[in-house]
């Protein structure tokens, strides 16, 4: 193929071709003959009447939109122990203790998904792949996932954690 003679005009003539089509194009390009832009027409979003669309209620709440301030009068009074009622702005002698408020309800569990484990066999770890309310992340046995919550057990179908010195058993894929 080297010393074929006839690839060097099969050469120069495909050289000949691509820049006649490059120079083809360019001036076809500055010609300004281009075809006239298609016209698109919008159609105007109709308006709706809503005038008949929304309905006062009879409540008499106050109007949300309105500047006015509505005052309410702020009324005092003191029971005492015997019932009677004390004037405003008196406090009796002997007032009653306030009522033991309960305790507020512990937080709930992270939200765990446990998709399955990674065996090392040289060091004989496993290390569970788990998403910890949507944040993936892979932990190992006696782990902490976050200040309340530690992993305890890693198995193929389950994985085991405290969650506030709770047991808490996450199966896989729930």
């Known amino acids: 193929m080297k010393n074929n003679p006839n690839?060097?005009?099969l050469l120069i003539g495909l050289v000949a071709l691509i820049w006649g089509l490059i120079i083809y194009k360019v001036i076809r390009g500055l010609s300004g003959d281009d075809p006239p832009p298609v016209a698109?027409?919008?159609k105007p979003p109709q308006t709706a009447d809503t005038l008949s669309a929304?309905?006062?209620t009879a409540a008499s709440y106050p109007d949300p939109f309105s500047n006015e301030l509505i005052e309410e009068e702020v009324v005092t009074e003191t029971i005492t122990p015997g019932g009677a009622k004390a004037p405003a702005g008196i406090t009796p002698a002997n007032p009653q203790p306030a009522p033991v408020m309960a305790a507020?309800?512990?937080p709930p569990p992270p939200a765990i998904k446990y998709s399955g484990y990674i065996y090392n066999p040289q060091t004989r770890k496993k290390?569970?792949?788990?998403?910890?309310n949507g944040?993936?992340?892979s932990v190992?046995?006696?782990e902490k996932i976050d200040d309340k919550t530690r992993v305890l057990d890693i198995t193929d179908q389950k994985i085991t954690v405290s969650f506030n010195g709770k047991r808490i058993e996450y199966v896989i894929g729930g």
């Not at 290390?127 to 910890?132: E, G, Q, R, S």
């Open 135 to 137: 944040r993936g992340l």
């Open 7 to 9: 690839m060097k005009y």
């Open 127 to 132: 290390m569970a792949m788990i998403t910890v």
């Open 104 to 106: 507020p309800p512990p």
């Open 40 to 42: 698109t027409k919008i």
């Open 140 to 142: 190992s046995i006696n």
């Open 54 to 56: 929304y309905q006062l």
